[in-house]
């Protein structure tokens, strides 16, 4: 272990004084980086229906939105919280300077409904050692996975190093995307963060960060021409950028950097654009277009962890190059994407019903039950 992480350790131990708290649940998205994902939107509806429950998010900058305070990683206020914390809710593993108390429970929601690429134990030869071992321990803590449709549940079953519940009432983070009417709303607090009227269509640009080399993006100024001409309207095209993407490559883009929460981003949008990105599960659920854009998909085939898809069984058509993209935009057919959709939610067996925010909130009320805590635990 570590000099950092076993001071860590050994100040966790000295915040286990303190008893947990029987209504206290800490939120974490991305190790403080976000106030997004699943945790986001459990935190908002937990605000909202459970006001008898104490929040605290952790965050490495506040955020007046929140739904609750924040405090920042590894500061005392972190340490006490996340002792005292009767329920920790994430979307990635937690520090491996956590152990678990007796009276916590830990809910594990994960940062995708289904993914593309391989992960965990399904990707084993691709992860260092210290990760596997941080794995195997933070999924012997873990209470609760959420799963966002059948297929994902058979994933984690087989790729978690986990043999716990699985709650299947969906994925929090697509409750936004599944009910119009918060679809709608939240698309237009998009557009006035941006700047951009209503009657603006939004095409969003999403690549995926490669170890080797950048994305190939399609030219904007093209691109919005040929949506106006097969689409009608008037367009702005998107990119949201992953953190390690230069932004150089990104000439003729509206960056989107003011809004954090991809979700709020699809929400917004008309059409997405993607390579590998595990969002394609995401936006289908809207029912608008999703296409992949793959000029390197040979090369970044063979670089990658494998897939859980051919490319075949993807609902989506996949683009090779900008002539390809130019023709599939000119001719798109909603009634035959719709088709294959349907096909594909069907044979997965997709959970979003839009209340899967309200049902975790739930399960984490019933894990909240007073109890009695007259002995002080240690770790």
């Known amino acids: 272990m570590k000099i950092k992480e076993k001071a860590a350790f050994l100040l966790l131990r000295v915040m286990a004084i303190f008893p947990v708290k029987w209504n206290r649940v800490v939120f974490m998205s991305y190790d403080g980086a976000q106030y997004s994902c699943n945790p986001k939107y459990i935190s908002e509806e937990m605000a909202r229906s459970q006001a008898h429950l104490e929040g605290i998010w952790v965050l490495i900058k506040p955020r007046t939105e929140a739904a609750y ?29 956590y152990h678990k108390r007796k009276q916590q429970r830990y809910i594990q929601t994960w940062h995708s409904s289904l993914r593309l690429k391989k992960i965990e134990k399904d990707a084993f030869d691709f992860l260092p050692q210290s990760y596997r071992q941080k794995a195997l321990r933070d999924s012997s803590m873990c209470d609760l996975l959420l799963s966002g449709c059948r297929t994902s549940t058979d994933i984690m079953n087989q790729a978690f190093w986990y043999d716990g519940r699985i709650s299947e009432a969906g994925t929090p983070r697509n409750d936004v995307l599944v009910n119009e009417w918060r679809r709608k709303i939240t698309g237009k607090q998009v557009k006035n963060k941006l700047g951009l009227s209503e009657d603006e269509q939004l095409a969003v640009i999403a690549p995926t960060f490669r170890q080797h080399g950048q994305p190939s993006l399609p030219n904007a100024e093209h691109l919005k021409r040929v949506l106006h001409q097969s689409f009608g309207g008037k367009w702005q095209t998107l990119i949201r950028l992953h953190p390690h993407i230069r932004a150089s490559e990104t000439a003729g883009y509206r960056r989107t950097d003011e809004i954090e929460d991809m979700q709020e981003l699809l929400a917004a949008a008309s059409i997405v654009i993607t390579d590998y990105s595990s969002l394609m599960f995401d936006f289908m659920l809207t029912a608008k277009p999703l296409l992949l854009y793959t000029p390197d998909l040979d090369t970044y085939s063979q670089a990658e962890r494998g897939f859980y898809f051919t490319f075949q069984e993807l609902p989506f058509p996949i683009i090779r190059d900008e002539s390809q993209l130019v023709e599939v935009l000119s001719n798109w057919s909603q009634s035959a994407y719709e088709k294959k959709r349907q096909a594909f939610l069907e044979k997965h067996v997709f959970f979003e019903t ?15 039950k007073r109890e009695e805590m007259s002995t002080v635990e240690t770790i």
């Open 69 to 97: 305070k924040s405090v920042k990683p590894m500061s005392l206020a972190y340490f006490y919280y996340l002792a005292t914390a009767k329920i920790i809710v994430t979307n990635q593993r937690l520090p491996s300077f």
């Open 354 to 368: 839009g209340n899967a925010s309200e049902t975790i909130a739930g399960e984490i009320a019933s894990f909240c």
